[in-house]
Nanobody, 122 residues
Framework: QVQLVESGGGLVQAGGSLRLSCVAS????????MAWYRQAPGKQRESVAA???????NYANSVKGRFTISRGNAKNTVYLQMNSLKPEDTAVYYC????????????????WGQGTQVTVSS
């Protein structure tokens, strides 16, 4: 079993900053890509940022230049530094990881965290 636990959400004024963290634990052989998604009320879940094990990153156009995704040294942790926050960034933010759970198979499985609320007031 693999668990992803997010932290760092909260209430912040527009223009402020927050740093989200996500730690993966459990039966993990290796983790390839980790990512952050978000879902605002009444909207579909959307990709925010992603990072591979080699450090390649990808961002949604709406957050480029404001958000930075990074991995911890142990590679089982991912961070999302969010600067210049806007009210439209308000959403539940979810951590996602592609995890290899068996040393006898290269198959990866997709896991999600429980989400952390980010609210940006105007």
């Amino acid at each position: 079993q693999v668990q992803l636990v997010e932290s760092g959400g909260g209430l912040v004024q527009a223009g402020g900053s927050l740093r989200l963290s996500c730690v993966a634990s459990g039966s993990i052989v290796s983790i390839n890509a980790m990512a952050w998604y978000r879902q605002a009320p009444g909207k579909q879940r959307e990709s925010v940022a992603a990072i591979t094990n080699s450090g390649s990153t990808n961002y949604a156009n709406s957050v480029k230049g404001r958000f930075t995704i990074s991995r911890g040294n142990a590679k089982n942790t991912v961070y999302l530094q969010m600067n210049s926050l806007k009210p439209e960034d308000t959403a539940v933010y979810y951590c996602n990881a592609g995890v290899r759970i068996s040393p006898f198979s290269a198959a990866e499985y997709n896991y999600w965290g429980q989400g952390t609320q980010v609210t940006v007031s105007s």
